[in-house]
């Protein structure tokens, strides 16, 4: 059956027969699904990738495609089987399991031949947590969320999402992912989209919800080609979040987003979290980070090189107070405490100072008296940019 047949090709398949994926290419990545993880294939006994549908037997050939993971779509078409049900509760019918963490990661390493990607991570999740993963391109935060999503094999470690391999066919219903790059079929309207794969959850939230919820309300009717880089953002974060899933995987979610959507998008995943979807983001946007992690972990160079609540990562408020402004290149600053820190690139200066105070009244004597000026003065604590630019120790 094409992707692009909303009804099922030829009008005999149920949704239970479709092999769960929606996946197109954009560019020269074939990328799986808007739809989380597919399970399959367990009728022969095999525990296939939780990912889209493919067994065991297609899977060696999926896990090694130098491209992310397992995305190719005729294959993954082709290996699609029946799926197999977990133990549920009967009255919520979330998994009936009994779980400490979320998400457990455990000395995870991911190699891609003489690359070592991912170098013994380790962290946890509790339910109901946002967590960002933080750290410059290349750090490996992908490819720790390709392992927890079940899309690629660890090369050696552990991780556990909800107490179960990421590849177990049970946690089909539980798990949202939003990709970094999610194709999605450009001829069918925003509703079509969300409609089809509304049909292969068991409790899917209403589409029209959905819509609203992203903001796409205007758009819902227009097909997908035609929605701006934004605007496919904000389907492929409907698509996450279309199955009500426990557990939310968030790749650099608001990418292309202008501030105001944004800031819709946080409020979103916020309310999210308030009804108990637990989420793991990655950003490089540190303010979206402070806006909306419980818990950052940093990671750099393949290792985790910090972790901890926003406002306190790296001792951060602890750290010394930044007092910043600018003034004439030629102007000769007054004497300040011998254990500031004084940071002057151009007009622009930062002092990094343990008495504010002190600083301040110098500061402020100066201009007062001999006519300094102190444009732009602002003082804060480090901020969340700041420690993470130490602790990656990229430049400042
Ligand atoms: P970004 O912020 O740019 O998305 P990231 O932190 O997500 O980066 P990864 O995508 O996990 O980083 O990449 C980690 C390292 O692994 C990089 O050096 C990258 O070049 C390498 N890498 C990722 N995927 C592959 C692949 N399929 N084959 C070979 N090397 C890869």
Not at 114 to 124: D, E, I, M
Not at 179 to 186: A, K, N, S, Y
Not at 257 to 265: E, K, L, T
Request: charged share 20%.
């Amino acid at each position: 059956m094409p992707l692009d047949d909303p009804g099922g090709g030829d009008g005999s398949s149920g949704p239970e027969d479709l092999p769960v994926l929606q996946t197109e290419a954009r560019g020269h990545q074939a990328v799986q699904r808007a739809l989380p993880l597919v399970w399959t294939s367990s009728e022969h006994g095999q525990s296939g990738p939780a990912h889209a549908g493919v067994d065991a037997a297609s899977s060696s050939a999926c896990w090694s495609d130098a491209s992310r993971a397992c995305r190719n779509t005729a294959e993954t078409l082709a290996c699609a089987g029946p799926r197999r049900h977990a133990p549920r509760d009967a009255e919520s019918g979330r998994l009936d399991l009994p779980v400490v963490s979320v998400l457990d990661v455990d000395s995870l390493c991911v190699s891609y031949g003489p690359v070592q990607a991912v170098r013994g991570v380790s962290f946890s999740v509790a339910e109901g947590e946002i967590v960002g993963l933080l750290g410059a391109n290349g750090a490996g935060k992908t490819s720790t969320l390709e392992v927890c999503e079940g899309y690629r094999p660890a090369s050696s470690g552990t991780v556990r999402v909800l107490g179960l391999e990421p590849t177990d066919q049970a946690l089909r219903q539980e798990v949202g992912v939003v990709l970094q790059d999610i194709g999605v079929t450009p001829f069918l309207s925003v509703r079509e989209v969300l409609t089809r794969n509304a049909a292969y959850y068991d409790q899917p939230r209403p589409v029209a919800e959905v819509i609203d919820l992203v903001g796409l309300g205007e758009k819902a009717d227009v097909r997908v080609q035609t929605l701006s880089g934004g605007q496919q953002r904000r389907l492929d974060l409907a698509l996450g979040i279309l199955g009500s899933p426990r557990l939310l995987f968030l790749d650099e979610p608001t990418t292309g987003f202008d501030p105001g959507a944004r800031r819709g998008a946080w409020q979103l995943v916020r309310d999210l979290r308030d009804q108990g979807t637990t989420i793991v983001l990655t950003t490089h946007y540190l303010e979206e980070a402070e806006a909306l992690a419980d818990r950052v972990v940093v990671i750099a160079a393949g290792e985790v090189v910090a972790e901890g609540a926003p406002a306190e990562l790296g001792g951060r408020s602890d750290g010394p107070t930044v007092v910043r402004f600018r003034v004439d290149p030629g102007a000769v600053l007054p004497a300040l405490p011998t254990s500031d820190q004084i940071v002057r690139e151009g007009d622009h200066v930062r002092v990094a100072c343990a008495d504010v105070v002190e600083t301040l009244w110098r500061l402020t004597g100066w201009a007062r008296e001999e006519g300094g000026v102190l444009d732009g003065l602002s003082v804060q604590r480090a901020t969340l940019e700041d420690v993470y630019l130490q602790l990656t120790g990229a430049p400042r």
